[in-house]
């Protein structure tokens, strides 16, 4: 059973950092686009960051580049979002995801994703 675990969400205060994990069990993903995405309360789930297979291409939505950071561990099959700078409106359930295999191409879309986590919770408190 493909499982994607994420972890590393909390409570924290405005400018704080964060580290969320994502580790992917039943198979292996070392060649898949990963992607994170983020619910807030009333809002539809949104693009936050997304890197190749191969990890040489990333992709971030406009209101995180600079202060977050994906990045990728094949040998331990996990992705990593890195979220420094922190505001308010970062606020959300964070999710990862996994889509199909590919060396250099990101997605952004959720329709191009087809395994999820149950997500992990990021409050920022101002």
């Known amino acids: 059973q493909v499982q994607l675990v994420e972890s590393g969400g909390g409570l924290l205060q405005i400018g704080g950092s964060l580290r969320l994990s994502c580790a992917a069990s039943g198979r292996t993903f070392s060649n898949n686009a990963m992607g994170w995405f983020r619910q807030a309360p009333g809002k539809e789930r949104e693009f936050v960051a997304g890197?190749?297979?191969?990890?040489?291409?990333?992709s971030y939505a406009e209101s995180v580049k600079g202060r977050f950071t994906i990045s990728r561990d094949n040998a331990k099959n996990t992705v990593y979002l890195q979220m420094n700078s922190l505001k308010p409106e970062d606020t959300a359930v964070y999710y990862c995801?996994?889509?199909?295999?590919?060396?250099?191409?990101?997605?952004?879309?959720?329709?191009?994703?087809?395994?999820w986590g149950q997500g992990t919770q990021v409050t920022v408190s101002s």
């Open positions: 995801a996994a889509a199909r295999p590919t060396y250099r191409l990101v997605y952004v879309t959720r329709r191009d994703y087809d395994y």
């Open positions: 890197i190749s297979g191969g990890g040489s291409s990333t």
